[in-house]
């Protein structure tokens, strides 16, 4: 079947909406563990990435004066910042980290929260991470919530007011890749917030799985600031990203159990 100018016009025109502001990319990147300052802002470049997210306890983002300034090689005009909340265990740590980075920033209420329950695997504490998103919400701040595949749990942060739930595709920093993609089918299937795959990811085939399930878009940090070669890397996840995005949009063939001809054999001449 044809695809019509209509079509072609809405793929190429489909922004991610989070909190009510549009943004072209669907790729979220990290600012950590890059070897210095202009690593870093090399491969958010060629990621196209317009969100970036960094660790408020980590990071200078103007606390330490001394020191090299994020803000210097990402200046916040060109980019939507997100604070998160790495590192922390309890739901009163992740409030002030948040309270910490909306002072620095001037009054900026977008967060990444996470609260972690394991030093081992880095999976979050559901409790404390509910705890603290109702805090947050009722304070004004605009949550995309770090949480596990649990469908169930993922819509309980939609319907109190996250403005994005995304759930893990496997342990922070791992690399595995989505370990469990029917969990986040089922996320994205009952969605009535943007999801977001967050943690897990390694290489660009994870993140085009991930929007081939249809997810909004991706966070990533350590597979792009870990690869041999991170700035080449961010460009590979950026097409796949969109690549992905396409192919979910296109509709995939059906699963067969056998084969089928390229070129059906039905009304040829021999």
């Known amino acids: 079947m044809a695809v019509s100018a209509e079509t072609i016009q809405s793929i190429s025109h489909d922004p991610l909406v989070i909190a009510g502001r549009a943004y072209a990319s669907r790729l979220l990147v990290g600012t950590g563990k890059y070897r210095d300052m202009d690593e870093t802002r090399r491969a958010v470049q060629a990621s196209g990435a317009q969100i970036v997210t960094l660790a408020v306890r980590r990071t200078n983002i103007g606390q330490n004066p001394d020191e090299p300034n994020l803000t210097d090689v990402l200046p916040p005009s060109q980019y939507t910042y997100l604070p998160n909340t790495a590192g922390c265990y309890t739901a009163d740590e992740a409030v002030r980290t948040c309270r910490l980075a909306r002072e620095l920033l001037d009054g900026h209420d977008l967060v990444k929260l996470e609260v972690l329950g394991s030093e081992k695997t880095l999976y979050p504490d559901i409790p404390q991470t509910l705890i603290a998103a109702a ?29 994005a739930v995304m759930p893990l595709a496997a342990p922070i920093g791992s690399g595995l890749g989505i370990r469990n993609p029917h969990n986040i089918r089922f996320i994205v299937e009952e969605a009535t917030v943007p999801i977001l795959v967050d943690a897990g990811v390694g290489t660009a085939s994870d993140a085009a799985i991930a929007m081939e399930l249809g997810c909004d878009g991706v966070l990533m940090n350590t597979a792009i600031a870990a690869a041999r070669n991170p700035v ?35 009304g040829t001449f021999f």
């Open 232 to 266: 080449l890397m961010a460009q590979a996840m950026k097409k796949a990203i969109e690549a992905g995005r396409e192919a979910y949009l296109a509709g995939r063939m059906p699963r067969k159990q056998y084969g089928s001809p390229s070129s059906p054999l039905g």
């Open 135 to 163: 805090q947050l919400i009722e304070e004004g701040f605009k949550v995309m919530v770090y949480t596990n595949d649990d469908p169930i749990v993922a819509r309980r942060f939609a319907e109190m007011g996250c403005v």
